[in-house]
């Protein structure tokens, strides 16, 4: 009671009403200051970071991708151009549940599981807002079912770029190579800003080789975006450089007819213009459609094409490397000539096979076999080339001796890199003591010179060596490093000039006329190709033994295996009088020189005669 | 009294001439002035944050002009009326709230909103003003500092609709009632005792509140708001984005309607409860500071009206709607800046948006009324 009369006392009231607001005012001031504390925080102390934060947030940098260079042959023919291809991307960022997501896209079109797993790489290592992509190459159905479905599928996008088009995949597929997706070793080893927005790189081959000036140069725009990644206006545009395009030595219609000459059989031919060096023709076959591997190769496919017996994947032409057997005898006869050890009189008795000084062994001649004894009683040196004597190339071998050999062999290219300009080279086998005590720390036995001295034993060469010996032989001893690029751009490539092999020209001739007996002598080995030749060539045949035969027993083709067969090789150029090509066939297994000098013709006629038609 | 017979010739002389019909209806102008500073700023501000919408802006007039028509009105009745009419606002309310759990209809997961024909309507923003009202009440006819038992009485009366609406959910609406019914006590003049006790009482039970009382988006929130790059895209997008915007704003801001953030999309709620960022991005730290000095000008207007209010119901009333009106700036710009929570709360008279418009005008026409009854009771 006391209480409610208690009149309220209103100067007490007003006192602690006064005392509380002048507290209250305090608390309000002192959180209004950490207010402003923190307004100035973001605001005047951070406003670097958030002002870059919003920047970025707003203006992307677009890198514009090159258009890579063309490939074209000599003519003009288009061996390798950019096609446009839809791509279903990604921007992972924007997806609202990925499996969601994938699993949607999978009942539009058809994606496999491999292609997700490496999507899901990709995603991995994506730079935030990137589009990321899951299936290549869409087709016009495909692409039509997203744009229908985009709507409810937020973070998916088909993106239109160029790719890389081989439209005569299998016949150039070795000489030009191929490109391929950036994998993860080759992205670490670019440098990232040229190849953002390009996601292809040269893999191999002239591809490869080039890659520098077949990519170009990238551009970027920077643009202006919206918080849900829509373009709103250009601010910045540095337009890319596009690659150079290339034009080869390659002629199309030769590399055609030369890939349809081995059809079917495993071999390569390498054509040379021995004015120039300048590669005509490049064919290794089996091939494979070099488009498989622009945007990673399925793995069936591609264990097909690695499981095959047949290597299609395997470039001969540069990779191979076989015993050149009797087509290096030429220029072991040049070799014997500049070093006084034959002249075109000296002979040789031939009796089918040839013993050593103070040893039992006897090496045969190939002949042995066919006619149970020598080409003639004594060989001369025009005959031993015609009819590849073998006698008369041990007896020159003997007394060479394999260092000099080597050095002879090795001034036409052979055991080295012929510095062509493509990728994966290999340099085969040029033996000498030398190299035999460093390989094989052995010392050199005098049976393996005369192996040597018909191409036999440890020599090794590709078919490009060899190719570019018989260049070097239809020169006269001018040396062209073998080219495949005729002009970069604007600019003329020009192979780099060796050092000649020097000579007296009677001595070429008499090397000349030995080869020119090949074919268009009466007993030359090539002879069956000489039928109606309107030209002369100058050529060498020759087999690499693939099984080595014991000392009495003989070879004989029906019996053995075919994969164990010889190979088959075939030196050329024509026409004599002023050689326009050099060829080099060779046939693995093919039995003997037979299954490579037919080519050889087909490649010469359509280069020398075939352009009429 | 002495005090304000002193002061009354220094403010009278300099505003005579407008004063007599501002006086007649009850119009304090300084408040008024304020006021019509404030929401033109806002409306300049949501013009740019509604993406040059000047239909928003239109919108946003139309919900001015019936808040400055509720302000009028409110300040029309007398604070003896209003004290009269308090308890029956607040059972309407409670009413209101007992009905939207029974009838509501939600959104989002929470039920917060009561369909009049076709008119959605909130009742819980009845309750912003109903609770600080009773409050002023129930305590004005006391003899203060009050007891202890009334302050109990006190708490039941502000327990009953923050319970109602805590259970919605609604976190955010039903704190800011609870403090606009604490801070009507705390100018009571509550003991020291009271406010210590309670104040350890809170901190002790945040561990209990957090285990079993918040609801998870409530946490994640809470979350949030301590590492935003945790969750870039998600929750923390929001203010990864307001603290870009305001930060890249800088002294003097990226001009109007040229905020890069807000203008492209990237600040989400850009014209509701996030539009300082945009006000942050655009006018800068000087904008803010603006805008700051703005209300701090309301708020000491509205302090001085307490302290010269002439009951004791209008002196409670004038402290916790002014402390209130600090409260929503406080946390709206503070959860922007990503230094509180996000919590529903818009920027008072700036944000887009009718309700809150119309409760704050409401408060500010009490305010009015309070300070028309000082006046006419000293001539």
Known sequence: MAS???????????????????????????????????????????????????????????????????????????????????????????????????????????????????????????????HVPLRFRLNDKEQARIAVNRHRLPGVVVDAQLQRHYPHGATFAHALGYVGRINEQEAQEIDGADYRGTFHIGKIGIEKRYESVLHGEVGYQTVETDAHGRVLRVLERFDPQPGEDLVLHLDYELQRTAHNALAGRRGAVVAIDPLTGGVLAMVSTPSFDSNLFVNGISNRDYSALRDSLDVPLFNRTVQGQYPPGSTVKPMMALAGLTEGLIDEEFTVPDPGWYRLPGDRRRYRDWILRIRGTGHAPHVNLNMAIAESCDVYFYDLARRMTIDTMHDYLA????????????????????????????????????????????????????????????????????????????????????????????????????????????????????????????????????????????????????????????????IAFAPIEAPTIAVAVIVENGGGSSAAYPIARTVIDNWLLGRAG | MAEYVRQMPETVGSLTGSRSSATRFNIDLPLLFLLLLLTAYGMFVLYSASGKDGTAVLRQGRFFIVGYLVMFAAAQVGPMRWSRWSPWAYLFGVALLVAVALFGVGAKGAQRWLNLGGF???????????????????????????????????????????????????????????????????????????????????????????????????????????????????????????????????????????????????LPESHTDFIIAVLAEEFGLRGVLVLLAIYVLILLRAFLIGLHAKSSYGRILSGSIALTFFVYIFVNMGMVAGLLPVVGVPLPLVSAGGTSVVTLMAGFGLLMAVSAEKRVVDQ
């Open chain 2, 120 to 266: 959605r309507f909130q009742p819980s923003e009845v309750m912003k003003l109903a609770v600080p009202m009773t409050i002023a009440w129930y305590l004005g006819q006391r003899i203060l500092p009050p007891r202890p038992r009334y302050i109990v009485a006190c708490l039941l009366l502000i327990a009953i609709p923050c319970g109602l609406i805590l259970r919605q959910p609604d976190l955010g609406t039903s704190l800011l009632i609870a403090a606009s019914g604490l801070f009507g006590v705390f100018m009571a003049g509550i003991g020291w005792r009271f406010i210590v006790g309670s104040l350890m009482v809170t901190v002790a039970s945040a561990w209990p509140a957090w285990m079993f009382l918040l609801e998870d988006y409530q946490k994640q929130r809470i979350l949030t708001m301590f590492s935003p790059e945790s969750d870039k895209l998600g929750a923390g997008w929001n203010i990864i984005q307001s603290k870009t915007a305001i930060g890249s704003g800088g002294w003097s801001g990226k001009g109007w309607t040229d905020g890069t953030q807000s203008q492209l999309d990237f």
């Open chain 1, 4 to 130: 409610r009369i208690a009149l309220k006392d209103a100067q007490r009231e007003q006192n602690i009403y006064g005392a509380r607001t002048l507290l209250a005012m305090l608390v309000v001031f002192s959180l209004l200051l950490v207010l402003v504390a923190r307004y100035y925080t973001l605001q005047i102390r951070d406003y670097e970071t958030y002002s870059t934060a919003s920047e970025r947030n707003r203006v992307q940098l677009q890198p514009l991708p090159p258009k890579r260079g063309l490939i074209f042959d000599r003519n003009g023919v288009l061996l390798a151009d950019n096609r446009p291809s839809y791509t279903l991307a990604l921007i992972i960022e924007r997806v609202e549940e990925l499996d969601a997501t994938l699993a949607s896209l999978r009942e539009l079109v058809v994606i496999e599981a491999s292609e997700v797993e490496k999507f899901r790489e990709r995603a991995a290592r994506r730079r935030p807002y990137e």
């Open chain 1, 411 to 570: 001034r036409f290219g052979l055991g080295g890199p012929s510095g062509i300009d493509t990728t994966a080279e290999r340099r085969g086998v040029l033996p000498s003591t030398a190299w035999k005590r460093s390989a094989l720390g052995q010392p050199w036995y005098p049976g393996e010179t005369l192996s040597a001295g018909i191409g036999q034993g440890y020599m090794l060469t590709t078919p490009l060596q060899l190719a570019v010996a018989t260049s070097v032989l239809a020169t006269r001893g001018e040396f062209h490093e073998p080219l495949l690029v005729q002009w970069l751009g604007q600019e003329r490539q020009s192979g780099a000039l060796r050092d000649a092999v020097v000579a007296d020209s009677g001595h070429w001739d008499a090397v000349i006329e030995g080869m020119r007996a090949v074919v268009h002598g009466k007993r030359g080995t090539a002879r069956a190709i000489s039928r109606n030749m309107t030209y002369e060539m100058a050529s060498k045949t020759g087999t690499a033994q693939v099984i080595g035969i014991a000392q009495d027993a003989v070879y004989d083709e029906d019996a053995i295996d075919e994969r164990h067969r010889n190979h088959g090789l075939f």
